[in-house]
């Protein structure tokens, strides 16, 4: 067997503010044979997550943070190419946790093996994955949307808000998104089946909102923070609850010009309007894989849950893509297509 | 029978920072025969509770504000002195919501007859009331605490803080308070069975609450805010639950000086340490009354629960002891004695 070149992406330097291409760096890896036990894995996806931001930063979190000199992390689905395993054989897709690399040579642990003819791949990291997963824990499990509650999703069409929306008009809620583009806003109303979406870029934001909410807000799931949140937040209703899934407007701020506190007043707004806030990481909620998985996936078959990849080929791009991620240009799960997809014309 | 005048606390203007006296006027009303169907209340006991002051306030909140002019809102424990009602009787006691006054003429719609054979009448404002109901539901029903737990109570001697402490000892947790006074926090050891107890106005309260929590903390109990909240928040474990009873270190702030933004940061904490930050209004938990009621009365009469009253004689003297509360200078649960108590000697 010819040796194998794994081509890597290297944190080079920790990013200040938004990651440049020059925070990061190529490296070819010569592999050699795998090992007893060992597979050798050719990635096929890569997803690309908000979630990475914080991993590119020295401080600690709810998961270990990145060494400059090391492959960035993500999730991936590959092909088996090798294997001196017996619960793995050539041409086995798998979903793992590998990295932004190219091919890579893996014990096996913690991989799961797909079924192409019970959904694509590609899947896998996005509507029935983590983005999936998160959607699904987050909605029902903390916003305990109720028949008729008004929900607003913010980051509407994105990975997971775009699962979001849906769950939550399937559980019978009106259901408002907010998103940028105005082609997103569009698509959210349109294709996911939400009942408004405004944007965040219009300097109307708070009135538009308060129109498309006239009985105010029973569940906001979390995103963006910053002006979304500001906007958001004096409409949620007495017992309201608010799932914070993530602040992607905040993760590459620097530095935050001096503004009053508003903690005091969130605080109150707690007490008085009895809120529930409660953040979530999808770690926490592997015992709902199964329902997830029943539940998701049979309302993808029958049509009313729709979803849309962004796919960027090329792992050289994984950096300008993942720009994208924070100026609005995605649309869609972001994956990059590293190497072909052999399930795919 | 002779008209009965009625010694009424008036609120005359809207207090800027700590009620003053001047803030509120005294007025003798003279009471008339009550009409069909009505009663004469003689006022025993007048409770008075930090959330009095947001009611100064003209903002709107979880209840109406008190309007200029008119007597200031308040739980009673009340003797029946006249009765056109088939349903109350001379002499009986009942738990009502007359406000700051002597004496009222009242339909009875929302009275409660008390036992005094069960529990002191007075109990009803505190330990088996209104602040023991909150302290209840805040707990166990938000807060949920497990065997082993770290449970932190902020004004942990106060009259709801005081009941969390002991119903977080008697469901296996350790429990941390945070008073003011010295004595305070020996009684919080001594008496209620903290595990311990450290004064917020020490300035070593943060490495202080780090030593009485080796292992974080997975509920707090908020009741005063500020500099409080501050210490005991970079505590706070994964999953860790936090109850926003009060905030009463904020009551009376007229304004505050700028200060940096807390909110962002707090927002990433409860996302990636998966915090649950939820407030409570105690009425909204009036179907838990039975459980508490049976519960806390249990505990009372085998020992495991004590309670403290902080009695002061005459209503002339509400206002200097509503400002007690907001300088540490109460200790237990205030009430104002505003007529003798014919089950005391």
């Not at 050699?32 to 036990?37: H, K």
């Not at 994955?129 to 913010?154: E, F, R």
């Given at each position: 067997?010819?040796?194998?070149?794994?081509?890597?992406?290297?944190?080079?330097?920790?990013?200040?503010?938004?990651?440049?291409?020059?925070?990061?760096?190529?490296?070819?890896?010569?592999?050699?044979?795998?090992?007893?036990?060992?597979?050798?894995?050719?990635?096929?996806?890569?997803s690309l997550d908000p979630y990475m931001r914080g991993r590119m930063n020295a401080v600690a979190s709810y998961a270990?943070?990145?060494?400059?000199?090391?492959?960035?992390?993500?999730?991936?689905?590959?092909?088996?190419?090798?294997?001196?395993?017996?619960?793995?054989?050539?041409?086995?897709?798998?979903?793992?946790?590998?990295?932004?690399?190219?091919?890579?040579?893996?014990?096996?642990?913690?991989?799961?093996?797909?079924?192409?003819?019970?959904?694509p791949i590609s899947t896998a990291l996005g509507v029935l994955g983590m983005p999936g997963l998160t959607a699904y824990?987050?909605?029902?499990?903390?916003?305990?949307?109720?028949?008729?509650?008004?929900?607003?999703?913010?980051?509407?069409?994105?990975?997971?808000?775009?699962?979001?929306?849906?769950?939550?008009?399937?559980?019978?809620?009106?259901?408002?998104?907010?998103?940028?583009?105005?082609?997103?806003?569009?698509?959210?109303?349109?294709?996911?089946?939400?009942?408004?979406?405004?944007?965040?870029?219009?300097?109307?934001?708070?009135?538009?909102?308060?129109?498309?909410?006239?009985?105010?807000?029973?569940?906001?799931?979390?995103?963006?923070?910053?002006i979304v949140f500001d906007a958001v937040f004096d409409y949620l209703n007495v017992g309201a609850r608010m799932t914070?899934?993530?602040?992607?407007?905040?993760?590459?701020?620097?530095?935050?010009?001096?503004?009053?506190?508003?903690?005091?007043?969130?605080?109150?707004?707690?007490?008085?309007?009895?809120?529930?806030?409660?953040?979530?990481?999808?770690?926490?909620?592997?015992?709902?894989?199964?329902?997830?998985?029943?539940?998701?996936?049979?309302?993808?078959?029958?049509?009313?849950?729709?979803?849309?990849?962004?796919?960027?080929?090329?792992?050289?791009?994984?950096?300008?893509?993942?720009?994208?991620?924070?100026?609005?240009?995605?649309?869609?799960?972001?994956?990059?297509?590293?190497?072909?997809?052999?399930?795919?014309?």
């Amino acid at each position: 067997m010819k040796p194998v070149i794994s081509r890597q992406v290297i944190l080079a330097n920790r990013p200040i503010g938004v990651p440049q291409a020059s925070d990061f760096s190529i490296n070819e890896k010569v592999l050699g044979a795998p090992g007893p036990g060992e597979l050798l894995l050719r990635t096929i996806y890569l997803s690309l997550d908000p979630y990475m931001r914080g991993r590119m930063n020295a401080v600690a979190s709810y998961a270990p943070y990145v060494q400059t000199g090391e492959v960035m992390v993500g999730g991936t689905v590959s092909i088996v190419e090798a294997s001196n395993s017996p619960s793995f054989s050539i041409g086995d897709f798998v979903l793992g946790h590998t990295g932004w690399q190219s091919h890579v040579l893996h014990d096996g642990t913690g991989l799961r093996k797909l079924d192409p003819r019970q959904a694509p791949i590609s899947t896998a990291l996005g509507v029935l994955g983590m983005p999936g997963l998160t959607a699904y824990a987050g909605l029902l499990d903390i916003g305990q949307p109720k028949q008729s509650d008004t929900v607003v999703v913010s980051a509407a069409t994105g990975a997971v808000g775009g699962v979001v929306g849906q769950l939550a008009r399937i559980s019978g809620c009106r259901v408002v998104g907010i998103a940028g583009a105005k082609e997103k806003c569009s698509y959210a109303v349109e294709e996911l089946g939400y009942h408004a979406c405004v944007s965040h870029h219009s300097p109307d934001l708070k009135n538009q909102l308060a129109e498309a909410c006239p009985d105010g807000v029973d569940v906001y799931f979390e995103n963006v923070g910053g002006i979304v949140f500001d906007a958001v937040f004096d409409y949620l209703n007495v017992g309201a609850r608010m799932t914070v899934c993530g602040m992607i407007s905040h993760y590459n701020e620097t530095a935050r010009s001096p503004e009053p506190d508003r903690l005091p007043r969130i605080m109150r707004a707690i007490l008085t309007r009895r809120l529930k806030i409660q953040g979530i990481i999808v770690f926490d909620y592997a015992h709902r894989e199964p329902d997830f998985l029943a539940d998701v996936s049979k309302w993808i078959r029958n049509g009313e849950l729709r979803y849309r990849e962004d796919i960027v080929d090329g792992l050289d791009n994984a950096v300008s893509a993942f720009q994208g991620l924070f100026t609005g240009n995605n649309f869609g799960k972001l994956l990059i297509r590293v190497s072909d997809d052999p399930t795919r014309e």
